[in-house]
């Protein structure tokens, strides 16, 4: 049995067919694949593009979603092996996660990490520990990584160029300001994507202190070594922009200072010229500009960049819709 939890798990045959399926259906919304199949839509933290997508996904290929909110709708869930539950949860994922599987034939999860120690949230406890006892599938719907994004984001990328093939094209991940601390998720599935495919990419952050975990620049060494392509990380604005055929944008949190924020706030704050701009955009080869959503007009990028023809941004969200039927496909189907 297959979960979806990274597409570092998946081949790249298994990940071409996903995005090829993910073309089809954007190009005939109908189909039977989940006739008479069911997924858990369970939802630890807010949802708008995730959940409508799921939703709707699964009701196009003749499917049902069910969503469920821990602690709100659904009972409090307690993940810790050997715990004494005499707190707030009142059902262990050992039970919630077998449950599930037996009503369900997919279950899905969105799970943030709680900001305040790296070491115990890059474990992504919640959605493997649903992997673990789950007796079907699992999907991740974000946690530390989010791989429904990164094809989402692909299929836009593959759209523009008219080619699946995007070996040689230079790809920007740029760090932007952001008033709050994020999760580095999109972040790194971003740059786990863009170096499977072959791209050129540049991981452009403001200082040292916001490289990504070295997991995930393990892993995109890793896939330069099998995919070609290249892999660098920069600190200089104009250096990583100038010829760049691909921007995308998030905000993340600086590592370092998970449960320290008021430290790294200044930091942060100095760094407020990474907003994607004209001038920077003026700088790429023509480049497309994209980000996940939901995005901060005039402080990630401004209304220029937002409302060019360059910027693919609903393509990519609305790819969201495309290819989580695809992967729901498959792995109901398996």
Known sequence: MKHFLNTQDWSRAELDAVLAQAAAFKRSKAGDQ??????????????????????????????????????????????????????EAEEHIAEVARVLSRYVDLVAVRAFPKFQDWAEDREDKVLRAFAKYSTVPVINLETITHPCQELAHALALQEHFGTSDLRGKKFVLTWTYHPKPLNTAVANSA???ATR??????????????ALDERYLGWARDNVAESGGSF???HDITDAYTGADVVYAKSWGAIPYFGRWEQEKPI????KHFIVDEAKMALT???VFSHCLPLRRNVKATD????SPACIAIEEA????HVQKAVMAALANQ
Not at 42 to 68: D, K, M
Not at 80 to 85: A, K, L, P
Not at 318 to 321: A, H, S, T
């Open 34 to 87: 989940l006739k008479g199949k069911s997924i858990a839509l369970v939802f630890f933290n807010p949802s708008l593009r995730t959940r409508t997508s799921f939703e709707l996904g699964a009701f196009q290929l003749g499917g049902h979603a069910v969503v469920l909110q821990p602690g709100k709708d659904a009972w409090p869930i307690e993940f810790g092996v050997g715990t004494v539950m005499d707190g």
């Open 191 to 193: 740059l786990t994507i």
């Open 197 to 210: 495919l072959g791209m050129d990419v540049t991981l452009l952050c403001p200082t040292p202190e916001y």
């Open 232 to 234: 660098r990380m920069s």
């Open 268 to 271: 942060r704050d100095a760094h």
């Open 285 to 287: 080869n023509n480049g």
């Open 304 to 307: 220029a960049v937002m409302d």
């Open 318 to 321: 609305e790819n969201r819709l």
